[in-house]
């Protein structure tokens, strides 16, 4: 990982958005960015009094791993990662170097292994794919929200809420 300093690339919320954003450069690091998104949440919960159940830190989690993985493992040079509080979401967005976009494979299930894709679209409830002047950048978002907690909220019964009715 490297940033300049301890707390580089935060932003705070004092009338902006909640932000950071770190670089990295070698598959050893990927850990690193999970580390990072669960730091990211720690501060959004008790510095700016957001709630981050486990299924939500989880979940960021798994997908930044997804996300800078793929990056790692297909694109030359280093990635970039920031994490930001958008409209009640965790927004990851990870930009590498190759301007080739990723496509989600087939469902297959006697594959093994290549369903990192699969798996972050099929977790967020928002996912993009942009080419950039210089590679492309992927963003998924995964609501802050648990769908108990909503369906406490709004009086309707969890089971209901899961199942859509």
């Known amino acids: 990982m490297d940033q300049a300093e301890e707390g580089a690339g935060r932003t705070p919320l004092a009338g902006g958005p909640i932000a950071v954003t770190a670089a990295f450069e070698g598959s050893e690091e990927i850990a690193d960015a999970r580390a990072v998104a669960r730091a990211f949440l720690a501060d959004v919960q008790a510095v700016h009094g957001l709630p981050v159940s486990d299924r939500v830190m989880g979940m960021v989690q798994l997908v930044v791993s997804e996300l800078v993985t793929n990056a790692r493992k297909y694109a030359p040079g280093p990635c970039l990662l920031t994490l930001e509080v958008n409209d009640g979401a965790i927004e990851v967005t990870v930009w590498d170097s190759e301007p080739v ?23 967020c409830g928002g996912f993009e794919l942009h080419r950039e002047p210089v590679g492309k950048r992927i963003k998924a978002a995964v609501g802050l929200a648990d769908v108990d907690e909503a369906a406490r909220r709004g009086g309707v019964h969890a089971e209901t809420a899961r199942r859509g009715g």
Not at 101 to 123: C, F, S, Y
């Open 101 to 123: 976009l990723p496509t989600a494979r087939a469902a297959d299930p006697g594959r093994v292994g290549q369903h990192g894709l699969e798996i972050v679209m099929a977790v």
